[in-house]
C-alpha cells in the first residue's frame, strides 16, 4: 500500500525556530538549578529555596519532552537531598529536615502533574496526526478512485463538498458552495432528470440516485454518478450524505465497446448474406421466372376468343404474391446488409420467426432438412430491433443446418415459440444433429470457440450480445433424445417497456 506522508503543517523555519527556544529554556533552568543547589548547599538560609525546582521542571516540561523532564525531576530531587546532606548544620535541624521534605513533595507533585500534561498533550497529538493521515488517505482514494464526496441540505440548498467533489464540478476550493452552482454544471437534457432528483430530496425521499452529464466550460462533458442517502430530517429539511463518482472514462469506454460491438454485428450478418448467398439468389429468381411464366399465361388467357378473364385474374393475382414475395426478401436482404442505428420496434415473435424460416428455406431444402414451425406465442409482442433479432434466429439456424449437414439420420429443425405469461417469451431452435458436448458447452458463447475448420467463432457471442442489449438471455440445451437446443428468451413487451422507462 502507498502511505501517504502527512504534509508538515509548520511553516519552513518554525523547526528551527522551536529547537532555539527549547535550547533556551533548558539552559534557563540547567542555570536556575545550579544555583539554587549552591544557596540551598551553601547559605544558611531559613527557607525551602528548593522549592524553586519546581521552576526548573516547569520550564524543562515547556519543551514538551516527556523524558527530559524526568530527567529534571530526578536531578532536582538528588540536588536538593544531596544539598540537605552538604549543607551546614544548623541549630534548628527539624525545621531543615521539614523543608527538604517539603520541597522534595513540591517537586514530586509538579513532575506527577508535569508529565501527566505532556502525556495528555502527546496522546492528542497523536490523535491529530491519525486524523490529518486518514483525512489525507481520504482524499487520496477519492484522487484515485475520481469519487467525491457531498452533503446537501434541502432545502435551503446548502452543500459541503471534498476537495475531489470541487474537482469533478470544476470549481476552485474557497467560497461557499450551494446546488445553485451543481445546477449550473449540469447539461442542458439532463436538467429536468436532476430537478427530478432534487424533487425527490424535498420529499425525503430515503435515497436518490442520478447519472447525468455535466457541460464544463470549455464544451468538455464529464459522465458522473450520484447516489446519496437521507441523513437526517427535521420536519421540511432534510440532509442527504452522498458520493458522487466521475464515471466518464468508463461510460466512453462502454460507447466506444458499443459501437465495435455494432460493427462487428453488422459484418457478421453481411458474412452471413454471404454464406446465405446461393439460396438468396435463388429465392429472388424462382418467383422472377414464376412472375414471366405467369404473365404469359395471362397473355395466352387473353388472346382467346372470348378472352378468360377469370383465369387472367387468376395469373395477375399469383404475379402479384410472387412479385410482393422477392421484393420481400430483397427488402429483409437490404435491410440486413445495411448498418443502421438499431430502431426498437413493436414485433409480433411469430411473425419475425416465420419470417426468418422463409429467409433460411432454401438452404434446409439443400441439405434435406425438414422444418417444422411449432409456433405458440399467440399475441405476443417484443420490443426490439427486428434486424439484429432476426440475425440471431439466422445465426442459429444456421448453425443448426451446418451442424445437421453431417448427420447422416434423420435431419429435422424445429422453430419454436412459447409465452410464459406476463413475463417473457421463448424462442426455441433444436435440431437433430450431433449435439454438444457437455465440455463444450461452457464455452459455447465465448468469443473465438469454434470446432469448423473455417469458423469464425463470433457467431453466438453476437448473439448473447444482441439478446442481452434486448434485456433477455441465451443459453443451449443437449436434450436426452439427442441434438442440440437453443433458447432465446426476452422480456414481453409491457415488461420490457417497463424497463426502458425505469431506465429513463
Ligand atoms: P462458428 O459458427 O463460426 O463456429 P458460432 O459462435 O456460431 O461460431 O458457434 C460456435 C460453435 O458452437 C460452433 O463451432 C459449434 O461447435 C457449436 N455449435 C453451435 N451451434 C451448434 C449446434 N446447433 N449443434 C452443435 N454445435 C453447435
Not at 539552559?27 to 551553601?42: C, H, K, P, Q, R
Not at 446546488?179 to 436538467?191: E, F, I, Q, S, W
Not at 424445429?414 to 461452457?442: C, F, H, K, Y
Not at 436426452?480 to 432465446?488: C, D, Q, S, T
Request: glycine share 8%; hydrophobic share 45%; charged share 20%.
Amino acid at each position: 500500500m502507498l502511505l501517504i506522508e502527512r504534509p508538515t503543517v509548520n511553516p519552513p523555519g518554525l523547526g528551527m525556530y522551536n529547537s532555539t527556544i527549547n535550547r533556551l529554556l533548558k539552559g534557563t533552568a540547567g542555570s536556575l538549578a545550579l544555583g539554587v543547589f549552591l544557596i540551598d548547599a551553601f547559605t544558611p538560609l531559613d527557607f525551602a529555596i528548593a522549592v524553586l525546582y519546581v521552576v526548573v521542571i516547569l520550564l524543562v516540561a515547556l519543551t514538551g519532552s516527556i523524558g527530559a523532564t524526568r530527567v529534571a525531576a530526578w536531578a532536582s530531587l538528588l540536588l536538593t537531598l544531596t544539598a540537605y546532606i552538604v549543607s551546614p548544620s544548623a541549630e534548628d535541624e527539624g525545621g531543615q529536615l521539614a523543608r527538604c521534605i517539603f520541597a522534595l513533595l513540591a517537586i514530586g507533585t509538579t513532575t506527577l502533574l508535569a508529565l501527566r500534561n505532556l502525556a495528555d498533550m502527546d496522546r492528542r497529538c497523536q490523535a491529530e496526526a491519525a486524523l490529518a493521515r486518514s483525512e489525507s488517505f481520504l482524499a487520496e482514494a477519492q484522487k484515485l478512485s475520481k469519487t467525491g464526496s457531498i452533503a446537501i441540505r434541502v432545502p435551503a440548498g446548502t452543500m459541503v463538498w471534498s476537495d475531489e467533489a470541487h474537482r469533478i464540478f470544476g470549481y476552485a476550493r474557497g467560497g461557499p458552495v450551494h446546488l445553485g452552482l451543481v445546477m449550473a454544471r449540469v447539461h442542458p437534457d439532463d436538467l429536468a432528470a436532476a430537478h427530478r432528483t432534487h424533487a425527490d430530496m424535498l420529499n425525503g425521499a430515503p435515497l436518490v440516485e442520478l447519472q447525468h452529464r455535466l457541460l464544463m466550460p470549455d464544451g468538455a462533458i464529464r459522465y458522473v454518478h450520484l447516489v446519496a442517502r437521507r441523513s437526517t430530517s427535521d420536519g421540511d429539511n432534510h440532509e442527504y450524505v452522498g458520493a458522487l463518482m466521475d464515471v466518464t472514462d468508463a461510460t466512453l469506454t462502454q460507447q466506444a465497446l458499443h459501437r465495435t460491438m455494432d460493427e462487428l454485428a453488422h459484418v457478421a450478418r453481411v458474412t452471413t448474406l454471404g454464406q446465405l448467398a446461393a439460396s438468396i439468389a435463388h429465392e429472388v429468381t424462382q418467383p422472377i421466372a414464376a412472375i414471366v411464366t405467369c404473365g404469359e399465361s395471362a397473355q395466352r388467357w387473353l388472346q382467346r376468343t372470348p378472352p378468360d378473364i377469370e383465369e387472367t385474374r387468376d395469373s395477375i393475382d399469383q404475379i402479384i404474391r410472387d412479385a410482393t414475395r422477392a421484393s420481400d426478401i430483397i427488402r429483409q436482404i437490404r435491410s440486413m446488409a445495411q448498418k443502421a442505428e438499431p430502431k426498437y420496434i413493436d414485433i409480433a415473435v411469430d411473425h419475425l420467426l416465420a419470417d426468418t424460416v422463409e429467409l433460411v428455406r432454401r438452404e434446409m431444402q439443400d441439405h434435406q432438412i425438414a422444418a417444422v414451425t411449432e409456433l405458440d406465442a399467440g399475441t405476443a409482442h417484443i420490443l426490439g430491433d427486428w434486424t439484429q433479432l432476426q440475425q440471431v434466429l439466422v445465426n442459429l439456424m444456421i448453425n443448426a443446418i451446418q451442424a445437421m449437414s453431417e448427420t447422416a439420420g434423420r435431419r429435422r429443425l424445429t422453430v419454436a415459440s412459447r409465452e410464459i405469461p406476463g413475463n417473457a417469451v421463448l424462442l426455441i431452435i433444436s435440431d437433430t444433429g450431433p449435439g454438444i458436448p457437455a465440455q463444450a458447452m461452457g464455452q459455447l458463447f465465448n468469443a473465438f470457440y469454434t470446432t469448423k475448420p473455417d469458423g469464425m467463432g463470433m457467431g453466438l457471442s453476437i448473439c448473447r450480445n444482441i439478446v442481452e442489449s434486448h434485456g433477455g438471455s441465451i443459453e443451449a440445451e443437449s436434450p436426452p433424445e439427442g441434438g442440440a437446443k437453443m433458447i432465446v428468451r426476452l422480456p414481453l413487451r409491457t415488461a420490457a417497456v417497463e424497463a426502458v422507462e425505469a431506465a429513463a
